[in-house]
């Protein structure tokens, strides 16, 4: 069965620091992936989807950076975090052939940029 | 653009009572669409999905939705809700360039004993 990882779970930065945030999935190939910013008592937010190595797309502008290193790992970065950057982050992933759509989600990350 | 309401921010059930959970979607073509659960501090687990036929969708956890193309609605319901139930939740529609999902801003479900 596919299982999708995602570290740290809780990660506390001052303001200005750098940021990487890591997502893996496994029991699957070639998947679409996506990163997603969760902000406190709102919907989801897509920041970023790939599909395939090197292969991102950015959703909205912002402080943020995404890559794909490797087919089942998913990479979010900051070279310089804002205090606007806090959320809760969320990866999936997806069938990347004979997709209907469904997509399946990590445990999330808890970024608080003090 | 597609693009999901879920017009109730908060809802407050008594267990045992039936809940639906009202979702409207706009897309320009048949839509795919997701129920989502998530409990306090954790991600999103998928309840059920609607992709073409039988209207009337039965997911996890003893959820259903029933899909109205004419209202364009995706309500979810179920008979008999339990404390475990509390939780948010998020109708999603999808079918774009790598399957995208666009989530509406969700419902918290609160059940009181």
């Known amino acids: 069965s596919q299982t999708i990882h995602q570290w740290p779970a809780t990660l506390v930065q001052p303001v200005g620091s750098p940021l990487s945030l890591e997502c893996t999935v496994e029991?699957?190939?070639?998947?679409?992936l996506y990163w997603y910013r969760q902000a406190a008592g709102r919907g989801l937010q897509l920041l970023f989807y790939?599909?395939?190595?090197?292969?991102i797309s950015s959703e909205v502008p912002q402080n943020l950076s995404a890559s794909r290193p490797q087919d089942r790992q998913f990479i979010l970065s900051s070279k310089k975090l804002l205090l606007s950057d806090s959320g809760f982050y969320l990866c999936a992933w997806s069938p990347g052939l004979a997709n209907q759509g469904e997509q399946y989600f990590g445990p999330g990350t808890r970024l608080t940029v003090t | 653009a597609q693009s999901v309401t879920q017009p109730d921010i908060h809802i407050t059930v008594s267990e045992g009572a039936s809940l639906e959970l009202r979702c409207n979607y706009s897309?320009?073509?048949?839509?795919?669409l997701f129920w989502y659960v998530q409990s306090p501090g954790q991600g999103l687990q998928l309840l059920l999905k609607?992709?073409?036929?039988?209207?009337l969708v039965q997911g996890i956890k003893g959820f259903e939705a029933e899909f109205k193309r004419s209202q364009s609605s995706f309500n979810l319901r179920k008979p008999s809700v339990h404390w475990s139930d509390a939780a948010e939740y998020f109708c999603a529609v999808g079918g774009g360039t790598a399957s995208k999902l666009t989530f509406g801003t969700g419902t918290r479900l609160q059940v009181t004993l």
């Open positions: 790939s599909v395939g190595i090197g292969q």
């Open positions: 609607y992709f073409s036929g039988d209207t």
């Open positions: 029991g699957t190939s070639n998947p679409n």
């Open positions: 897309y320009g073509a048949t839509p795919y």
